[in-house]
């Protein structure tokens, strides 16, 4: 058998999560012998030689669902369903992928949002101001223009800052502290 894509595995992965909290590790393990992979196709690696596919391919269902609010992030590398997935648990589909998960406002917008990324990457400043002798000049259009570039580095990071939250599923630990009582030397 080969390896399922990522959107085969929604419907298992949603399943998994359905018998209660479980690491994603785990849900990598049980998937494997439920779809009988073989001991090639559970090593095979990524091209990075970091991963392995199938292992890839798990996280990525588990993300999309995440983004689709069928399942949450409970802690480091673990996760469960919610009340979303365990109702449409009821009554399952026969498969789970992009399209079905599209019905979903999170989802969409989360669909919208990466759509949106490359144009922002390319998104330029505005030129700089013509050369002019005239100081009172140059110094207007010198503040017209950092006030354009300053609104488009605002939204630029907004916009970044956005996608951080998207990616790490709408939560993320805080720092931890400084140290009360660090002596320098």
Known sequence: MAIPDF???????????????I???EAVERLATEFGLTPDERSHLLPSGRQTTFANRVHWAKSYLGKAGLIELTKRAHFCITDRGRKLLLSPPSRIDIKF??????????RDFEQELPGLAN??????????????????????????????????????SEAGKRIAGGWATPPPPPPQNLRLP
């Not at 959107?7 to 909290?21: F, H, I, N, T």
């Not at 998960?101 to 989360?110: D, G, I, S, Y």
């Open 7 to 21: 959107q085969s595995l929604m419907l298992p992965v949603l399943k998994l999560a359905s018998e209660g909290e």
């Open 23 to 25: 690491r994603i590790s």
């Open 101 to 110: 998960l599209t019905r979903f406002p999170e989802f969409q917008k989360f």
């Open 123 to 160: 998104t330029t400043p505005p030129p700089p101001p013509p050369h002019t002798d005239a100081p009172r000049a140059r110094g207007k259009e010198v503040e017209e223009n950092h006030g354009k570039g300053s609104a488009l580095f605002r939204r630029a990071t907004s916009k970044i």
